[in-house]
């Protein structure tokens, strides 16, 4: 009550926006045959030169995908050009972030004979295993370093959303992966998990 008899107006507190989602998504297939048997020398070679190779021609992104694109306020990828051009093929010349604290963590082989000669997809497979479980780096970036790193993303993507924009976030398999660990720590929830596979992705929204 004011002391003319009128009552006073009550304070409005700030509208707090709804958080939006954060949608981690996998680039598309790179233009490098892994219909080959390697060594873990030769495997060494082959992974330089995935990480530095764009897509392959042709490709057609999933229609959920587009439309997660379609509808975000944020779109972000990756500086690895594979990434790139995936934002690209999504993002119908929008403008997007690029950034390196998304790239993929490393997949040093384990030493083995050289007579040893696996398909890609099993080389990645061990090398992941031993970079796990037995902190095989190979003076590059070790398990917990990556997932502090993830950690740091993870907060980025967090900040974003919780002031009310949908994110999507053109990066890779595993790295998303451990981003989505650090998301779950952070009370999000995934809404949507399609694999490992080329363009597939994980959403996460509060609650």
């Known amino acids: 009550m004011t002391a003319d008899g009128s009552t006073a107006p009550v304070p409005q507190s700030p509208t707090t926006p709804r958080p939006g989602a954060i949608t981690l998504a996998r680039h598309g297939e790179p233009a490098l045959s892994r219909k080959v048997r390697l060594s873990a020398a030769e495997y060494r070679a082959f992974w330089a030169r995935y990480e530095i190779m764009g897509l392959l021609p ?22 690895r050009l594979r990434a790139i051009e995936s934002a ?14 998304l790239v993929e963590a490393p997949l040093p082989p384990p030493n083995w004979p050289s007579w040893v000669r696996l398909s890609p997809r099993l080389w990645g497979f061990f090398a992941r295993f031993w970079w796990w479980f037995f902190d095989h780096h190979e003076g590059g970036e070790t398990r917990r370093q990556a997932e502090a790193r993830a950690d740091q993303a993870a907060q980025k993507l967090e900040a974003l959303a919780d002031a009310g924009q949908n994110v999507v976030v053109l990066a890779h398999g595993f790295f998303n992966v451990l981003i989505g660990r650090a998301l779950r720590r952070r009370g999000w929830r995934m809404t949507l998990r399609e694999g490992y596979k080329y ?4 959403r996460f929204e509060r609650g």
């Open 199 to 202: 363009w597939s992705t994980r």
């Open 88 to 101: 690209r093929a999504l993002g119908h010349g929008r403008a997007f972030a690029e950034e390196a604290l």
């Open 58 to 79: 042709g490709q057609t992104p999933p229609p959920a995908l587009r439309a997660f694109v379609d509808e975000c306020d944020v779109l972000i990828a990756s500086t």
